[in-house]
Structures are given as structure tokens and as C-alpha cells.
């Protein structure tokens, strides 16, 4: 898949509506009973880019990004501002807010994710756009440097160990992250007489798989 790493202004994808969607199957029984079922292990999100518009030099920045992504061709990073940090949004970024895996002494290997929810209903989510610089990663409880020799894949939200952790050691991290994601529509279509009269373009994101 084409991705370029480049984030959508985000001071137009402030005030853009949207959120996670799933798919359910469901079935109602001759008794009126259901059988649900999903396909989707992960949840999608969709965004409505037209949203945060709110001048001329507005339409005319998405217009010029629409152009540079080829449309739909090229994804890209959008800035959920719903959800866009490890620990809550008036929380400080910390190393132990999020549990990726209890070391097993062998991998080094581990993805960043963001888990919702508690318990067994709990749903862990795969974090594969991490944000440059805000990467804080913790083992055991400490937080480790650049001098532990942990290599972080800003374009795939994995961290390497130069050496697998110890046996039992908690791997954490708390961080920033962006959606993966791709214009869902072939064409932008603006007006300045309609968007002057308040009528705002509907310019249709998607998040992608990585």
C-alpha cells in the first residue's frame, strides 16, 4: 500500500467530525432471538474532513493536499483530536500508560497499542503511526533512554530491544499517535458562493489497514 508519511493540517482536522465504526452481521432467529457476529477483528474510523473548514485559504490547503495524495491514492496521518494520546487528553504522556506484553526473555519485537476497556472485554488496538519524538517507552517500570538501545519504527509503531528483555519484565509506553488513513472519495467539489452562504464541502477520510 502507498503511504506517505505526512500529516493533515491539523488545525483544519480540528472540528472534523467522525469516529470508529465496526460491522456486525446480524441474524434474528425464527424465536426472535439474534446470533451476532463481526468480521472485524479492529475497528475503522471515518472523518469528515469538510468539517474543520473555515475560510477560502482553508479549502484551498485541502485542495492542494487532495492533489499531492493523487485523491484516494496515497494515504496519509490525520490527527484524531478525540483520540490521539496513550493516557487521556488532559493527562501528561507517561511510560507505563499503556501495557504492550510481558517479556518472554526471547523477542525483542513489540507493537505499540492502546487498549479499551478492562478485563476480558477489553479491546487492544494496534498503534502503527506513532508521533516523532513523543515515544516514551518503559521496562519493568523504568523508563529507558537512548542509551538502552531501543529503536522505534515511527512508520510501523513497532520498538526493537537491541537485547530481548528480561523473562517477566513488563514492556509499557505511553505516547502520541496518528490515524493511517486515505481520502474516500475520487473528487472535492467546492463552490465560494455556497461555502460564503455556509454550506460546507463534504470531503469523506477513512482509516486504512497497515
Known amino acids: 500500500m502507498s ?3 505526512v500529516r493533515f493540517p491539523t488545525k483544519l482536522s480540528f472540528g472534523a467530525m467522525g469516529g470508529p465504526e465496526r460491522r456486525t452481521e446480524i441474524v434474528t432467529l425464527a424465536n426472535g432471538f439474534e446470533e451476532r457476529n463481526t468480521p472485524w477483528a479492529h475497528s475503522r474510523r471515518r472523518f469528515d474532513a469538510g468539517m474543520g473548514l473555515r475560510s477560502l485559504d482553508d479549502i ?3 485542495v492542494a493536499f487532495f492533489e499531492a495524495r ?3 491514492l496515497h494515504g496519509f496521518r490525520w490527527k484524531d483530536w478525540s483520540d490521539f494520546r496513550s493516557c487521556s487528553p488532559s493527562d501528561q504522556i507517561h511510560h507505563t500508560d499503556q501495557r504492550l506484553a510481558v517479556s518472554d526473555g526471547e523477542g525483542r519485537v513489540f507493537q505499540l497499542t492502546k487498549t479499551y476497556g478492562e478485563g476480558d472485554t477489553a479491546y487492544v488496538r494496534p498503534v502503527a503511526k506513532p508521533v516523532l ?6 521496562l519493568g517500570g523504568r523508563l529507558l533512554d537512548g542509551e538502552d538501545g531501543v529503536a522505534i519504527d515511527y512508520a510501523t509503531g513497532r520498538i526493537t530491544f537491541g537485547a530481548a528483555p528480561s523473562a517477566g519484565l513488563e514492556v509499557t509506553a505511553g505516547f502520541e499517535f496518528d490515524v493511517p488513513v486515505r481520502f474516500d472519495t475520487d473528487r472535492i467539489t467546492t463552490s465560494v458562493a455556497t461555502f460564503e452562504a455556509g454550506e460546507i464541502p463534504d470531503i469523506p477520510v477513512v482509516e486504512v489497514r497497515i
Not at 133 to 138: D, E, K, Y
Open 3 to 5: 503511504f506517505h508519511e
Open 60 to 62: 484551498e490547503a485541502v
Open 70 to 72: 493523487r485523491g484516494p
Open 133 to 138: 519524538g513523543t515515544v516514551r517507552i518503559g
